[in-house]
């Protein structure tokens, strides 16, 4: 309790230090909607020249103006002027107060319980970093090169993903210069688009998108080899992709690799003012992978540490604490079907997934399903500041247990931003497992408590 009321504390005075930034911005006045508008327009063009120019084209801002943007904008932004490089950085740190328990039977290897859960308590994770080099090469033509500095599951500097975004040709094709108007091609080791469930959250340093801490608990979330095609008209996008199926390249074992198709259909319109509507569906499979990891592509680890971990375990090695991996390792077939809704401040935001698949070892496919539901409003000016809950539940079959298991997780949450490039937030998390056996560490499974969180992005 002391140490929930030091993170509540904390947050506090976050908070009221932040207060006086949103009692610099000016009162409305209760003018006509024209010389309101165009009021609204000025003081946003004032705020923007304040604000770290963005120099790429087909950009999202990795500061607060970047949130609810989905896939790069089709529009370039800004104008090309020639050979441009820029960098962008992210980082976060929590402090983290969970508690948990479990009922598992004692399980004795070597003397040592497997199913006593590590003692855990008040204190701070260590930090995770993110920096990106991006270079505009034609009009256009963006290159993106994404480093994690710092992670959970590796202390040392490794890349992320690094591809070729290409909205216009540089070079002159007749017709095929009009079809560049409404297509975008993407190529390289990336971030694969399956759902939109992965522009909201949370990517190691870069914490700016996530409404909360925690991510989803099956995080449809991945880097792989190949390219992507898009078609986008008037709200309307039609994607399809080919990649290697796999996070890592390699000619080896050709006979158990294959590729993996994805594809993605849905619509995105401001249907009135203040009134923002987007559908979605996407589908991934692949039929042979020596390791899929749609559902365990995130190296960098989990938000909530340590928690259902045992007492030999180590921040590196049990880095996808609270979250569940199906264990799809050879053959998948998932799709996921996401509805977002945003009538001013409002933002609703859904998960429905299906995913069905096996290991090589097992003689048939095994089938888990997910649903969330994320519930936001952000307010105050420029809406600086939000609060949010997120239900999220999955249930399926895992290799070795005959039943059916599953978890279910509560998230609620609060944010304010400082500055557009400074976040902090608080949640407040619980998380169940169900159906899993007495022998299991998970079985009568439960974590609770609160996580408060800052973020700098710029």
């Known amino acids: 309790m002391r140490s929930t009321l030091r993170i509540a504390a904390a947050f506090s005075t976050l908070l009221i230090c932040a207060a006086p930034l949103a009692a610099q911005a000016p009162p409305e006045e209760n003018t006509s909607g024209a010389t309101t508008a165009a009021k609204e327009e000025q003081e946003e063009k004032a705020r923007e020249q304040k604000r770290r120019p963005i120099t790429m084209q087909h950009f999202r801002a990795v500061d607060q103006r970047g949130i609810n943007v989905f896939e790069t904008p089709k529009e370039p932004g800004v104008e090309y002027t020639g050979f441009k490089l820029d960098f962008n950085a992210a980082f976060t740190s929590q402090v983290q107060s969970l508690s948990h328990e479990n009922t598992a039977e004692p399980v004795l290897v070597g003397g040592v319980n497997t199913n006593q859960l590590a003692d855990i308590g008040f204190g701070f994770n260590n930090s995770t970093a993110n920096l990106t080099l991006h270079a505009q090469l034609a009009d256009g033509v963006r290159v993106q090169l994404t480093t994690y500095l710092s992670s959970r599951h590796h202390n040392e500097t ?56 925690g991510n989803y608990l099956m995080d449809a979330f991945t880097t792989e080899i190949g390219g992507e095609v898009y078609l986008r008209a008037k709200g309307i996008m039609l994607m399809g992709g080919v990649t290697g199926g796999e996070i890592r390249g390699t000619v080896l074992t050709p006979g158990k690799r294959g590729p993996a198709f994805l594809g993605k259909v849905g619509f995105d319109r401001t249907v009135r003012p203040h009134l923002r509507v987007r559908l979605t569906g996407s589908a991934y499979r692949t039929d042979k992978a020596m390791s899929s990891t749609l559902y365990g592509g995130d190296r960098a680890g989990s938000r909530y540490y340590y928690v259902m971990e045992n007492t030999a375990a180590t921040e590196s090695a049990q880095f996808t604490s609270g979250l569940i991996n199906p264990g799809f390792r050879n053959s998948v077939t998932a799709h996921q079907l996401n509805p977002f809704v945003k009538f001013h401040g409002l933002e609703v935001f859904g998960v429905l997934e299906r995913a069905t698949g096996r290991a090589s070892t097992e003689a048939t496919d095994r089938t888990w399903n997910q649903y969330a539901a994320d519930v936001v409003y952000r307010f105050l000016p420029r809406e600086q500041a939000f609060a949010g809950v997120r239900y999220n539940k999955v249930e399926g079959a895992l290799l070795g247990i005959p039943n059916d298991v599953g978890a279910d997780r509560w998230q609620l949450a609060g944010g304010w931003f400082v500055t557009p490039n400074v976040l902090v937030k608080a949640e407040y998390v619980k998380q169940e497992y169900k159906g899993f056996p007495t022998t299991n560490i998970r079985n009568g499974g439960t974590f609770r408590g609160m996580m408060l969180e800052g973020v700098v992005a710029f």
Do not use: S
């Open 158 to 213: 490794w890349v992320k993903d690094g591809f070729i975004l290409v909205d216009q040709l540089p070079v002159d094709m007749g017709p095929i210069n009009y079809l560049m108007e409404i297509v975008t091609l993407k190529v390289g080791h990336m971030e694969i688009n399956y759902g939109d469930a992965h522009f909201r959250r949370t990517d190691n340093g870069q914490a700016m998108y996530n409404p909360f801490v």
